[in-house]
């Protein structure tokens, strides 16, 4: 807890179903003063917090001894690995590495429908199982955490950089969870870039992951209907059961942000980003997701120079 970011608890806080757990509780301690400064609380407010939780004696200080538990479980950090959720309930863990097995396993029966040839925004293309027509960085649950919603940016950024552009199938949103995330997105120079990969802000609050994604284009959700097409969405949300994010879209699975916009790029769920190309460069070499990830130092500089309590206050 001396390493990890208020937002990061957060997240795994608010992610608790996720995990089979009703709620995940952190305790009261610098880190969290430390937030509600950031976050444009009153000296008085902050100071108020720290008094009460110490003379509460729930305040948590470096070194002290753990709190006793009826239960403790052990995790090894070193075991922790990318993964995904789905692909229709938010507690299937998916292997980033195994995520296109996933896909293949889960599709219906053997016999399946060839692909659809699709002519649509001046583009043909063909469409068919394992196509991505959603990728939506959307949801309270992460889309105020500065470190995925910066590093996200900053993937679309080295992914512009090498001529890298989402597939014209994809419908793509960006729905922050707080008017703060736009404003430090502009601060650090990532919202064009974002922006050019179709990742506009679309509102704030509950959009994709309640099934607020809108319609398909017409002729993208012609063919997945006549063709029996199972269409597959990402997104950072919380909630992916069947139907609940798009009609249309059997198959949902849940990833960081980052991954989001990795998955857009690639336009297919059938493909493994640990070694496949996500695309090609301007000069036509294939560029991996290893190429584009930022960083978690770079994320951090971006997070100490774009991100202020002015921000909080303004807001």
């Not at 709620?23 to 008085?44: K, W």
């Not at 309930?89 to 659809?116: H, K, M, T």
């Not at 500065?146 to 419908?171: D, E, H, I, S, T």
């Not at 099934?211 to 990402?234: C, H, Q, T, W």
Request: hydrophobic letters at 40%; glycine letters at 8%.
């Amino acid at each position: 807890l001396d390493h990890l970011p208020l937002a990061d608890r957060a997240t795994i806080a608010n992610m608790a179903p996720e995990y089979g757990a009703t709620c995940g509780i952190f305790p009261v301690d610098e880190e969290s003063l430390r937030y509600l400064a950031l976050s444009g609380r009153s000296d008085e407010q902050v100071a108020l917090v720290e008094a009460y939780m110490k003379a509460q004696g729930m305040f948590r200080l470096r070194g002290q001894a753990d709190a006793v538990y009826s239960q403790t479980l052990e995790l090894n950090l070193a075991d922790v690995v990318p993964s995904l959720a789905g692909p229709k309930r938010p507690q299937d863990r998916v292997l980033l590495s195994e995520a296109d097995q996933n896909l293949r396993d889960n599709l219906p029966g053997q016999d399946r429908a060839p692909a659809a040839a699709v002519n649509y925004a001046g583009q043909d293309f063909d469409l068919e199982d394992g196509a991505i027509v959603i990728a939506a960085i959307t949801s309270c649950t992460n889309t105020s955490n500065p470190a995925v919603m910066l590093g996200a940016g900053l993937l679309a950024r080295n992914a512009v950089a090498r001529g890298l552009r989402v597939k014209p199938w994809v419908k793509t949103s960006l729905g922050p969870g707080s008017r703060v995330v736009t404003d430090y997105l502009i601060a650090a120079g990532l919202m064009d870039d974002l922006e050019a990969l179709g990742f506009n802000v679309v509102g704030y609050g509950c959009t994709t992951c309640i099934g607020n994604s809108g319609p398909l284009p017409e002729p993208i959700e012609k063919a997945i209907r006549e063709n029996d097409i199972v269409a597959v969405s990402v997104l950072s949300g919380n909630r992916n059961f069947e139907g609940r994010v798009h009609a249309q879209v059997k198959m949902n699975y849940l990833a960081s942000p980052p991954l989001v916009v990795a998955y857009a790029l690639a336009g297919r769920m059938d493909v493994n980003l640990t070694t496949d190309p996500l695309g090609q460069d301007k000069d036509g070499r294939p560029v991996y997701l290893k190429d584009i990830w930022p960083s978690s130092r770079e994320i951090q500089q971006v997070i100490e120079t774009s991100v202020t309590s002015a921000m909080f206050r303004k807001s």
